[in-house]
């Protein structure tokens, strides 16, 4: 089969491989979508925030068609339309004994330590995948794992509604989930990004203001729209310095902000006293755990469409492209393959 494979850093190449050979407790999977991710090009470029080795198949946001299962296999068929999950727990260590196994230390990520769905085929255990409703796309369907994230993040700070406003800081695949989550939810979302074409995408999503950070004061005009008070929840999808510190100066006194942008080994000063005295509550999260049947749920009953990141698609045979065009982030927002 043909199959997207980093053989070593910055060396990505679609070639031929052995297609998999499933055991009794795994499921065949035919990718029919996935999209390329930033976090892809951690594992390009030689780093990812756990250990992998190559060559390894990338491809963590997708979706399938089941083409054989296992003997021990009941719950899927071939024919079934399904999503997988990335994050792996070990299922045996204490920390997925208290339920946050994407905080495992002996986590695999499906698409970054073991293969993943930039292929033809591709293997899964039963326990990672999910059915995907008949009512949402196969296009729609490789977005489910970056969605999760930004829903699951909303939902883990106790969700959002017409009542409150939230500000989510970067208008990048993630920014802009939350932005449409939030707003289906029906909270008033103000993003920040400085990128015309993404603050474009974000009002299509439903942001009813967008503030460019480099033409004025995030925090002055949060307070100006919130009647001096700051916002109720905030999104910080960027993992930019100034976002994470203009966090604490947007949020409103007893304020929520999840941290969901990912900055690996960089420290930034931040004075962490507003913390205290506004009394914020602040989380980090990762992955998505436990909230993948809800967000396949809410696609499906809201009719949220959130294909409008999707900027361009690639059938898999010119996957070598798609990437090189997806690692220039001012050009696209999300690239898509197709294995039709
Ligand atoms: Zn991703
Ligand atoms: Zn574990």
């Not at 491809?59 to 899927?76: D, I, L, M, Q």
């Not at 293997?123 to 009512?135: I, M």
């Not at 914020?280 to 967000?295: D, F, M, Q």
Request: proline share 6%.
């Amino acid at each position: 089969m043909k199959a997207v494979v980093i053989n070593g850093p910055n060396d990505l190449r679609l070639q031929d491989s052995p297609a998999p050979v499933i055991a009794p407790d795994e499921v065949l999977i035919r990718p029919r979508a996935s999209t390329i991710c930033h976090s892809d090009y951690e594992l390009i470029g030689g780093r990812y925030i756990i250990p992998f080795s190559y060559p390894i198949t990338p491809g963590h946001e997708w979706s399938g068609e089941v083409v054989e299962v296992g003997k021990n296999v009941t719950r899927f068929k071939p024919g079934d339309r399904v999503v997988g999950e990335s994050v792996i727990g070990c299922n045996s260590c204490v920390i997925c004994q208290s339920g946050n196994f994407t905080n495992c230390p002996n986590a695999d990520h499906f698409g970054f330590t073991i293969n993943g769905a930039d292929a033809e085929y591709t293997k899964a255990r039963p326990e990672w995948l999910h059915k995907l409703p008949d009512g949402v796309s196969f296009k729609q369907g490789a977005l489910v794992e970056p969605f999760s994230v930004s829903y699951g993040a909303i939902c883990a700070m106790g969700g959002v509604d017409a009542g409150e406003t939230m500000v989510v800081f970067g208008g990048g695949p993630i920014g802009l989930f939350a932005v449409a989550a939030g707003s289906a939810m029906g909270a008033r979302v103000i993003l920040v990004e400085p990128m015309a074409s993404r603050q474009e995408v974000g009002r299509r999503l439903g942001a009813s203001e967008v503030i460019d950070p480099r033409e004025e004061q995030v925090a002055e005009r949060v307070q100006a729209l919130t009647d001096g008070f700051g916002a109720d929840l905030i999104i910080e999808a960027s993992g930019a310095e100034a976002a994470l510190t203009a966090t604490l100066d947007v949020a409103r006194n007893n304020g929520r902000i999840a941290c969901v942008g990912i900055r690996i080994g960089q420290s930034i000063s931040v004075e962490m006293g507003k913390i205290q005295i506004k009394g914020l509550n602040l989380k980090g999260i990762v992955g998505s755990p436990y909230v993948w049947e809800r967000t396949l749920t809410f696609l499906n009953r809201s009719g949220l469409d959130i294909t409008p990141v999707v900027t361009h698609d690639f059938p898999l045979s010119r996957a070598e492209e798609a990437f090189a065009l997806a690692s220039q982030r001012d050009k696209c927002i999300k690239v898509m393959l197709m294995n039709d």
